[in-house]
């Protein structure tokens, strides 16, 4: 089974760029969310899609972040114009009530690095 | 209010040795998950183990245990006959309903030769 595929991996931008990350979640799994990690922190939830619905965006700097989830699978996550302080680590991830496992457990993608100058 | 705790920034361990980590929660919903992940410095999560708040025994999985202890809200990860491999950010999540996680700050694990 494929894991969560995220791209880019790194990316540095300047302040007031925008940037796109985009996530492929495993076949089949309903719950997209995505995270935030600044470094030497726990991951915060910028984001939560059930199937192309929005659960949880409550974290999510609406006035500079979006993010869609077309489709119900794949999900691009927009930072419109970038700030310093975005420079953090963007983990995917996605769950499933269904299949092998334990129900409902986050599998996470290898994260996007992103640095802002 | 939801919360996850982890109190110990870094932990160190002589190889081979047994190693605690902590992590306590605050929730009122009687039904949640609690987990762990491993993070090491490539910086992906990876899935450890992970504990029911209805299940009567402790989780296992190979050389991690969860000691839940439910009257005191604590999920401890312990890791038996630590690794060189095992050095990374270890992190205790808690998924409560509506499949919404909570994160603690993690704690940094050394294994030393």
């Known amino acids: 089974e494929a894991g969560v595929a995220q791209s880019p991996r790194y990316k540095i931008i300047e302040k007031r760029q925008s940037v796109a990350f985009w996530c492929n979640p495993i076949?089949?799994?309903?719950?997209l969310y995505w995270y935030q990690q600044i470094l030497g922190q726990g991951p915060k939830l910028l984001i939560q899609?059930?199937?192309?619905?929005?659960?949880?965006d409550s974290q999510l700097p609406k006035d500079r972040f979006s993010a869609e989830r077309l489709k119900g699978v794949d999900s691009t996550l927009k930072i419109q114009p970038a700030k310093l302080e975005d420079s953090a680590v963007y983990l995917c991830?996605?769950?499933?009530?269904?299949?092998?496992?334990?129900?409902?457990?986050?599998?996470f993608g290898p994260g996007t690095r992103l640095t802002v100058l | 209010a939801q919360k996850i705790t982890q109190t110990q920034p870094g932990m160190f361990v002589q190889e081979k040795e047994a190693v605690t980590l902590d992590c306590t929660y605050d929730?009122?919903?009687?039904?949640?998950?609690l987990f762990w992940y491993k993070q090491p410095s490539s910086g992906e999560m990876i899935f450890l183990i992970y504990?029911?708040?209805?299940?009567?025994q402790n989780a296992t999985e190979g050389r991690y245990s969860l000691n839940f202890q439910k009257a005191r809200k604590s999920a401890n990860l312990v890791i038996s006959a630590s690794q060189l491999g095992d050095s990374a950010m270890y992190f205790c999540?808690?998924?409560?309903?509506?499949?919404?996680?909570?994160f603690g700050t993690g704690t940094s694990l050394t294994v030393i030769p």
């Open positions: 991830a996605s769950s499933s009530q269904l299949g092998t496992g334990v129900p409902d457990t986050q599998y």
């Open positions: 076949s089949g799994h309903a719950t």
């Open positions: 899609f059930q199937n192309n619905g929005v659960v949880d």
């Open positions: 929730t009122s919903d009687p039904s949640y998950g």
């Open positions: 504990q029911g708040s209805y299940d009567q």
């Open positions: 999540a808690m998924r409560v309903p509506g499949n919404q996680f909570y």
